[in-house]
């Protein structure tokens, strides 16, 4: 038997247009060129149809939350001067799902709104109660 391996392209990530998003301080997502549906962070086709028409389009940075956890000890040394810190995952207005920090205190429904912050080179989402 023959195993065929297709290495990868050099620098190349999927993931690419999302990570390029965050330098400039937007949430990127994947929209569906066959059934329009949103979906983050980066597929190679829809999660909801199997299409491979996918577009990148920046989010508003406007959501409501669907869940919350305290992370009281960090996965990694990187996370540790952060803990205690509050994870959400959000729904955008868009309909794409993506997770950041946010403000502790807030709650599942909690209409929230995105910020951005550095820690050690990386930019990383914030998000906070968006005001009324
Ligand atoms: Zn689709």
Redesign the pocket.
Same mark, same amino acid.
């Given at each position: 038997m023959t195993v065929k391996h297709i290495p990868a392209t050099p620098g190349y990530s999927l993931a690419q247009p999302y990570v390029d998003g965050l330098l400039h301080c937007l949430i990127r997502f994947q929209t /569906?060129g +066959?059934?329009?549906?949103a979906q983050t962070l980066a597929h190679d086709a829809?999660?909801? /149809?199997? +299409?491979e028409q996918l577009s990148w389009s920046d989010s508003a940075g406007l959501g409501t939350v669907h869940a919350v956890t305290v992370v009281g000890r960090a996965p990694s040394e990187a996370f540790r001067p952060l803990a205690p810190y509050t994870l959400v995952i959000v729904t955008l207005d868009e309909g794409a799902r993506v997770m950041g920090h946010a403000s502790p205190g807030i709650k599942i429904g909690d209409r929230v709104v995105a910020g951005f912050f550095d820690h050690l080179g990386q930019t990383l989402i914030r998000f906070e109660v968006a005001p009324d």
């Open positions: /569906c +066959a059934c329009g549906r829809c999660q909801h /149809c199997g +299409a």
